[in-house]
C-alpha cells in the first residue's frame, strides 16, 4: 500500500480488539494499513500491518504503539502473581474497598476480585501516622520477616501500600531493599502515587505490580523484533493521559497504559479538531468491540485521576473516557424476553462478522450495514478484506426468524438499538455533566463511527459533523501527534486559607524538576509544563482539578468556578482543602500528520464529486430505501461539495451520508457534515 520507507518517516500502530492499524507519514505521504489482530500475539499483526504497508523499519525516525495489552490482562486475570505487602491491620483493604454499590437496586450484584487473593497479603508491624511521623517504627527484624514471607509465596512481582506511606516513605524503601534479591519487579506507592486515598492507591499499586512482568516481555519482544527488521530508534507507547513514553518506562509503570489505545484516539480527535477550526468536540471511535466515547473542551480531552479497568480503580492521570460494548462486531441476539439486544458479547477479530467469511455465523451491527446496504460488498476492509453480503443476509435472517421479523426489519433493528446506545453513551460526557451537545461538533472515527454519524448527529443535536481522511486510522494518526509526556503527583493536604503560595509553588517547581529529568532520560526535553491542584470543599468526599497558581485567591476563585460549571453551584465561603498538586512535562508537540489535499475541480475534474463517482444504489435510511451514489473518498478533492444520501468508501472506513445532511471537503481531507438547506 505503500511505496516503501523514507528517511525522517514516522509510523503509529493502534492495536484494537478486530483490527491493528497503521499510519505510515513521509513527507508530504499519509499512507494506511488495515489487518485483523492477532490477539494472542499482537506483535504478530504489528509486523503484518508493516508488511501490508511495505514500510522500510530502518528507515524510520518514530515508531509508536498504542497497544491493548494491560488492558486485556487485566479483563482475562492472567498477569503475574503478586503479592501486596501492606500495614499490619489493613490486609482487608482491597476486598473490602469502598463498599459503593455498583448498582443501587440489584441484590445479586458481585463486585470483581482482587487481583491479590487474600492469601499473598503480607502485613509489615510499622504504622505512619496521618500526620507523617513514625507511630509504630519498622525494626530490622520485622523488614527480614516480611521479606521472608514474601519470598515464600513465590512471586512474580510485588506491590508495596503502607498507611500513609507517601508521607514517610522510608518504611516501603527499606521493604523494597530488602526485596531486591527477588529478581521480580516491586512497586512501591510512595514513588508510583504518592497521594491520598489508601483503597485507589493501594489499587493502582497492585495493578501496577500485576501487570509489570507481562508488559515487559510484550515490548521487550516486540523491541527485539522491530530492531531485528531495522529499526534503529526507541518504541513509544501511548498512555492512558495522553502522550507517550519509551518501551523502557512503559513496562515499568503499564498502569500509566491501561487505556493506550483509546487515549490515542482521542488526543488525534482533539487534534483534527484544532486543525479544523473546532476546539469543542464530542468524538466518538467505533470499533469492533466497543465504542469508546470522549469530550474536548478548549481543544483537549478531559483527564480525571478517577479511572477503573474491569471494576478495579486507579488513580493516576487518565483521559476521561466513557466506554460501552457497542461496536461493529457486537452480536446480535433474542433475550429470554423475546427482544432484539445488540453486545456486548462481539464476534472480535476471530471469527468477526458473517460477512468476514472467516467462520463467524452470528449477526453483528457490522452484517446489518451490509444488509441495509450502507456498506459496500465490492470495497476491501484494509484494501485485503472481502465482505460476503449473502451470509451476512444468512446470519440476519436466523436472527429475525427468531424474532419474528422480516430480515430487512432486523437489521433497521439491529442499527437503531446499536444507535441508541451510541447516544446514550455521548449523553453520558455532554448532558449528564452539564454540557450542551449543540455547541459541540461531532467527530467520529474508528472503522464503524461514520456509519453511525447522521443518527447520532440527530438524536443530539449537534449540527456540525467532522469525519476525518482516514477516520478507521485516526487512533494510529493520534500517535504520532502526541508528544513523550511525564506526569508527576504529590498529596499536598491542608486548608487553603492557611497555605503559603510559596509552599504551594516550591512543591510544583520539585515536582516539575523530576519531570524534566523524567523526560531528558527519554530524549525529550520539556516544551510545557502544566500545573494543577486538587480541591474540595471541607467536608467533601472528592476533589476537582484546577489550573495552578501560587496566587491563593485566584486560585480559589478558579475551584468556585470550577465547582459551578460542574455541580451547578458554589460556596464561596466554604473552607476549600488542598488534596494533590500534579504536574504535567510535555516534550515537543509534533504536528497531526494531515497534510493539504489537491483542490477539487467542477464536473468531470480530477477531484470533483463526478470524477469520485463509483455508481448509486440502494441503501435503507431512517425513513426507508432511497437511491444514494457511491463516491470514492481518495478521488474527492478540497472543496468538493456533496449532498445526501450518499456512501463514500474509503479503505478503511465508509460513511453513511442521510438525505438530510450535505457536506464539504476542507483543505486536509476533512468531510465537514451539516443539516441540507
Given amino acids: ?243 507517550t513514553a519509551t518501551a523502557a518506562v512503559a513496562a515499568r509503570e503499564p498502569v500509566r497504559a491501561v487505556l493506550s489505545g483509546p487515549a490515542a484516539g482521542a488526543w488525534g480527535a482533539a487534534a483534527l479538531g484544532r486543525a479544523a477550526g473546532a476546539s469543542e468536540v464530542i468524538a466518538f471511535d467505533v470499533g469492533g468491540t466497543s465504542t469508546d466515547v470522549t469530550l474536548v473542551a478548549g481543544g483537549r480531552p478531559r483527564t480525571t485521576a478517577d479511572g477503573a479497568v474491569g471494576g478495579l480503580p486507579f488513580a493516576v492521570t487518565t483521559t476521561d473516557i466513557h466506554t460501552i460494548g457497542a461496536g461493529g462486531g457486537s452480536l446480535a441476539w433474542r433475550d429470554d424476553g423475546g427482544a432484539l439486544r445488540v453486545g456486548p458479547r462481539s464476534a472480535g477479530a476471530d471469527p468477526g462478522p458473517a460477512c468476514y467469511a472467516r467462520g463467524g455465523t452470528r449477526p453483528t451491527v457490522t452484517d446489518a450495514n451490509v444488509v441495509l446496504g450502507r456498506l459496500d460488498a465490492s470495497v476491501r476492509l484494509g484494501g485485503s478484506l472481502p465482505l460476503e453480503p449473502e451470509l451476512a443476509h ?95 503527583a504529590r498529596a499536598q493536604l491542608g486548608d487553603l486559607s492557611t497555605m503559603a503560595g510559596v509552599d504551594l509553588e516550591a512543591t510544583w517547581q520539585e515536582l516539575a524538576a523530576d519531570a524534566r529529568s523524567a523526560l531528558h532520560a527519554q530524549g525529550s526535553t520539556a516544551e510545557h509544563v502544566v500545573h494543577v491542584a486538587d480541591l474540595r470543599y471541607r467536608g467533601q468526599a472528592f476533589e476537582l482539578p484546577v489550573a495552578g497558581t501560587s496566587d491563593l485567591e485566584e486560585l480559589a476563585a478558579r475551584f468556585h468556578a470550577a465547582h459551578a460549571e460542574r455541580y451547578g453551584y458554589d460556596q464561596p465561603d466554604a473552607t476549600v482543602e488542598v488534596i494533590t498538586l500534579r504536574v504535567r512535562a510535555e516534550g515537543p508537540t509534533p504536528a497531526l500528520p494531515q497534510p493539504p489535499i489537491a483542490t477539487a475541480g467542477s464536473g468531470a475534474d480530477v477531484g470533483g464529486v463526478e470524477a469520485a463517482r463509483l455508481g448509486d444504489r440502494e441503501v435503507v435510511g431512517a425513513h426507508g430505501p432511497v437511491r444514494a451514489a457511491l463516491l470514492d473518498r481518495s478521488r474527492l478533492g478540497a472543496g468538493a461539495q456533496l449532498r445526501g444520501p450518499a456512501i463514500v468508501v474509503g479503505v478503511d472506513a465508509t460513511v453513511w451520508i442521510e438525505p438530510w445532511q450535505q457536506g464539504e471537503v476542507d483543505e486536509r481531507g476533512v468531510l465537514v457534515l451539516e443539516q441540507a438547506t
Avoid at 509486523?47 to 515508531?63: I, M, P, T, W
Avoid at 451537545?437 to 454519524?453: M, N, S, T
Wanted: hydrophobic residues 50%; proline residues 6%; contains cysteine.
Fill in 394 to 488: 444468512r446470519a440476519v435472517a436466523s436472527l429475525a426468524a427468531e424474532l419474528g421479523l422480516a430480515p430487512r426489519a432486523c437489521a433497521e433493528g439491529i442499527v437503531a438499538v446499536t444507535d441508541a446506545a451510541m447516544a446514550g453513551a455521548l449523553r453520558v460526557v455532554s448532558v449528564e455533566r452539564g454540557h450542551d451537545p449543540r455547541a459541540f461538533a461531532l467527530l467520529p472515527f474508528g472503522g464503524a463511527g461514520a456509519l453511525h454519524q447522521a443518527a447520532l448527529a440527530a438524536a443530539l443535536g449537534c449540527t456540525r459533523v467532522l469525519v476525518p481522511p482516514n477516520p478507521g486510522v485516526l487512533s494510529a494518526l493520534g500517535l504520532l501527534a502526541a508528544p513523550v509526556t511525564v506526569d508527576r
Fill in 1 to 243: 500500500m505503500s511505496e516503501g520507507g523514507a528517511p525522517g518517516a514516522d509510523v503509529g500502530v493502534d492495536v484494537g480488539g478486530t483490527f491493528t492499524d497503521l499510519v505510515h507519514v513521509a513527507g508530504d505521504r499519509v499512507q494506511v494499513a488495515k489487518v485483523p489482530s492477532t490477539p494472542s500475539d499482537q506483535a504478530e499483526g504489528i509486523l503484518a500491518a508493516l508488511a501490508a504497508a511495505e514500510v522500510d523499519a530502518a528507515a524510520l525516525r518514530r515508531f509508536v504503539h498504542g497497544t491493548t495489552v494491560a488492558t486485556n490482562t487485566v479483563l482475562e486475570r492472567d498477569g503475574a502473581r503478586t503479592v501486596l505487602v501492606t500495614t499490619a491491620g489493613f490486609a482487608d483493604l482491597l476486598q473490602i474497598a469502598r463498599q459503593d454499590r455498583p448498582h443501587l437496586y440489584r441484590l445479586d450484584v458481585r463486585r470483581p476480585a482482587p487481583l491479590v487473593p487474600r492469601s499473598l497479603v503480607v502485613e509489615a508491624d510499622e504504622r505512619i501516622t496521618a500526620q507523617g511521623e513514625v507511630h509504630t517504627p519498622l525494626t530490622d527484624a520485622e523488614v527480614a520477616r516480611v521479606a521472608d514471607e514474601v519470598a515464600a509465596h513465590q512471586p512474580e512481582a510485588v506491590a508495596i501500600s503502607l498507611l500513609f506511606g507517601f508521607l514517610h516513605p522510608a518504611h516501603e524503601a527499606r521493604l523494597a531493599a530488602a526485596l531486591e534479591p527477588l529478581g521480580v519487579p516491586v512497586t512501591r506507592a510512595s514513588v508510583l502515587l504518592p497521594v491520598l486515598r489508601e483503597v485507589e492507591r493501594t489499587s493502582t499499586v497492585v495493578l501496577n505490580a500485576y501487570l509489570a512482568p507481562r508488559m515487559a516481555r510484550y515490548l521487550g519482544s516486540l523491541t527485539d523484533r522491530l530492531t531485528r527488521v531495522g529499526l534503529g530508534g526507541e518504541v513509544e507507547v501511548m498512555r492512558s493521559g495522553g502522550g
